[in-house]
């Protein structure tokens, strides 16, 4: 079974837009979805109040929300990510995700397909359609 650790940016939209595509993650039997108290903060502080917040709740109660633990520097190895990104990182590597599904073309979009420290990074997308 795939562990899917899910970035904020993949929550804002699921639950931002009521028919967002990347709702479909949370149809997957075959996938556990993951996240971090970092990604839901960060979510939580961009998302409109009301019927978008409420969505948040609803889609939260199916992830398995973990803490956000910063990766030593010994174990970064030549990853370069700005250091807000490391959160989500940390999170998907110590949270035994087996990927990292993000929509952050900007930062993480050189390691789209690529296993880092253990963990498939890919876009919600390709993930689905893979899937599917």
Known sequence: MDRLFLDANV????????????????QMEEASLLTSSFAVQEVR??????????????????????????????????????????????????SGATHLVTGDQKHFGEYFGSRILGVWIVRPADYLRDRL
């Open 45 to 94: 502080r961009n998302l409109p109040e009301g019927e978008q917040m409420d969505r948040l709740e609803e889609l939260l109660r199916d992830v398995q929300i973990g803490e956000a633990l910063m990766l030593p520097l010994d174990r970064r190895g030549q990853i370069e990510l700005p250091e807000k990104d490391w959160p989500i990182l940390g999170g998907a590597v110590t």
């Open 11 to 26: 929550l804002f939209s699921a639950a931002y837009r009521p028919n967002a595509g990347v709702k479909g993650l949370w």
